[in-house]
């Protein structure tokens, strides 16, 4: 809530602020990194790449370690030595590093910066992105993304109230899939695992 209200200040600060910011126009003609869009695309599909080795080798390394075991009870992680509030800082700089990193090639993508880009609107789209994809992971906000970008484009094409469709779909996986899209996978290729499994151990039970 903190960082919503912190955002929604910005969000005023840069409409009030219009001699320097532009206000509600913002900035326009930010110049692009290649013309060609193709090319584009495959820089940021590199970065997405090195970004998710980089997550991934943090969560396996002693701090991330650690930040899980703050996620699952930050009191017991507390009581046993570790500074809490020290990694929580830390998180939440390097969250924050990565997410204006995204920000910029974005504003780069689009060519021009509006206030709306930090509007609180953004933050729930990106909130909804993690909740439906599955928070806790990191495939899970990718292919969250993925999804709401698709309906926002294709969707929006043949029904007004796609919004409304969409809505209806985040309380379902809220209250009977509370993992997101990410966790069901995991589940059924643990469920296919555990089958072959069985069946591999009757068969040399049977040999």
């Given at each position: 809530?903190?960082?919503?209200?912190?955002?929604?200040?910005?969000?005023?600060?840069?409409?009030?602020?219009?001699?320097?910011?532009?206000?509600?126009?913002?900035?326009?003609?930010?110049?692009?990194?290649?013309?060609?869009?193709?090319?584009?695309?495959?820089i940021i599909l590199?970065?997405?790449?090195?970004?998710?080795?980089?997550?991934?080798?943090?969560?396996?390394?002693?701090?991330?370690?650690?930040?899980?075991?703050?996620?699952?009870?930050?009191?017991?992680?507390?009581?046993?030595?570790?500074?809490?509030?020290?990694?929580?800082?830390?998180?939440?700089?390097?969250?924050?590093?990565?997410?204006?990193?995204?920000?910029?090639?974005?504003?780069?993508?689009?060519?021009?910066?509006?206030?709306?880009?930090?509007?609180?609107?953004?933050?729930?789209?990106?909130?909804?992105?993690?909740?439906?994809?599955?928070?806790?992971?990191?495939?899970?906000?990718?292919?969250?993304s993925i999804l709401?970008?698709?309906?926002?484009?294709?969707?929006?094409?043949?029904?007004?109230?796609?919004?409304?469709?969409?809505?209806?779909?985040?309380?379902?996986?809220?209250?009977?899939?509370?993992?997101?899209?990410?966790?069901?996978?995991?589940?059924?290729?643990?469920?296919?695992?555990?089958?072959?499994?069985?069946?591999?151990?009757k068969t040399e039970?049977?040999?």
């Amino acid at each position: 809530m903190l960082t919503m209200a912190l955002g929604q200040f910005f969000f005023v600060v840069v409409l009030k602020a219009s001699s320097i910011t532009g206000g509600d126009d913002g900035f326009h003609g930010v110049p692009a990194l290649v013309s060609d869009r193709r090319v584009f695309y495959y820089i940021i599909l590199v970065l997405l790449v090195l970004v998710y080795i980089f997550a991934k080798r943090l969560i396996n390394s002693p701090t991330g370690r650690v930040l899980q075991a703050i996620r699952e009870n930050e009191v017991r992680a507390g009581m046993i030595g570790y500074n809490v509030l020290n990694y929580k800082l830390v998180v939440i700089l390097i969250s924050g590093a990565i997410a204006g990193f995204a920000g910029s090639l974005y504003v780069v993508y689009l060519g021009s910066a509006f206030p709306a880009l930090i509007h609180s609107d953004m933050t729930m789209k990106a909130l909804f992105m993690t909740v439906l994809g599955g928070m806790g992971t990191l495939t899970g906000p990718i292919f969250g993304s993925i999804l709401v970008t698709l309906a926002e484009n294709f969707l929006s094409a043949v029904m007004q109230r796609w919004m409304l469709v969409f809505g209806m779909i985040y309380i379902v996986i809220i209250l009977f899939f509370p993992g997101g899209l990410a966790r069901i996978g995991q589940k059924f290729i643990k469920k296919k695992s555990d089958v072959k499994a069985s069946q591999a151990t009757k068969t040399e039970a049977k040999v």
